[in-house]
């Protein structure tokens, strides 16, 4: 295993540019934000809009990515895409994904992160959704027949954060090529008692391809609580060293299932911390993760 970083993430705490961010960070992989168009373009995460990204649309642009690539040294280890099941344009979303799996193809990665229904309808069950999912991955995978990119969905928002949904979805699909972006905060951010947190990493410990790491903390009296998704969030929200959820475990877990990829933080308390504040504790969190990887 390997430490990486959002590119979102290492702007939004001050660096100038991705280079010059992961060099002080000691890093050469980080995740990859891509857009519909596959150019350099605007992307707002944490209500914080910044300019991110390549030009990435034809075989010149490609070519110069891999130029640089080689030149810095620097390597994404995955494609985030922002697609939405949702949207009731369906084939813009997929049209999404299969320019994003040409590109990454082309440019090496392995794994695309991927969403899946980002707006919900409350009266609409969950196993509806997740019907829905499987449909639209089995249509993929047979669209993209030949690639080496797998998809990894997000354990994420309201939808595929609920154990149901992931069950459903990975009993219906059995294909290497579709597994889990497993968020460390974002089954404790649904509501799951902390417990439960570290009983679901463990469950669909052999699906994951990537990580986002992140970690919140809440008093004691709410650990083991069932809580309202998103409850008290964003104040929850703490550096990686500092949170409930045992990071150090679940590295454990990882490993004995076999995972050998990234630990890619995403840290969404950075926005409580101000200047040079943030980056110094982005560097915390990259310490922290470097040690628990040596350590287990």
Request: glycine share 6%; with cysteine; charged share 35%.
């Amino acid at each position: 295993m390997y430490v990486a970083v959002r590119d979102f993430t290492v702007i939004w705490v001050g660096y100038e540019d991705l280079v010059k961010g992961l060099k002080d960070l000691g890093l050469d992989r980080y995740e990859m934000y891509v857009n519909k168009t596959l150019t350099q373009n605007t992307y707002e995460d944490m209500d914080h809009v910044i300019k991110l990204g390549f030009n990435l649309r034809d075989a010149d642009e490609r070519r110069q990515f891999l130029d640089f690539s080689k030149k810095t040294g620097l390597k994404p280890c995955t494609i985030l895409l922002e697609n939405d099941f949702s949207n009731e344009n369906l084939e813009e979303e997929l049209d999404y994904i299969r320019k994003a799996t040409q590109l990454a193809d082309e440019i090496g990665v392995e794994i695309i992160r991927i969403n899946s229904h980002m707006q919900i309808r409350e009266e609409k069950p969950v196993e509806e959704y997740a019907k829905h999912f499987v449909e639209i991955m089995k249509r993929l995978l047979k669209e993209t027949e030949g690639s080496r990119v797998a998809y990894a969905v997000e354990n994420h928002g309201y939808v595929s954060n609920d154990e149901r949904f992931l069950d459903y979805a990975f009993k219906e699909i059995d294909d290497e090529r579709v597994g889990i972006t497993l968020d460390t905060g974002n089954f404790y951010w649904y509501g799951y008692p902390l417990s439960k947190v570290h009983e679901l990493i463990e469950k669909y410990a052999k699906l994951v391809k990537h990580t986002h790491l992140k970690n919140l903390k809440y008093p004691e009296a709410k650990r083991e609580k069932q809580r309202r998704p998103g409850e008290d969030y964003p104040q929850v929200g703490v550096p990686l060293y500092e949170g409930d959820v045992d990071l150090k475990r679940v590295v454990q877990v990882l490993r004995k299932a076999g995972y050998a990829g990234d630990l890619t933080i995403e840290d969404e308390s950075l926005g409580k911390y101000v200047g040079e504040e943030r980056k110094a504790v982005l560097k915390k969190d990259v310490e922290f993760v470097r040690k628990i990887i040596s350590e287990t």
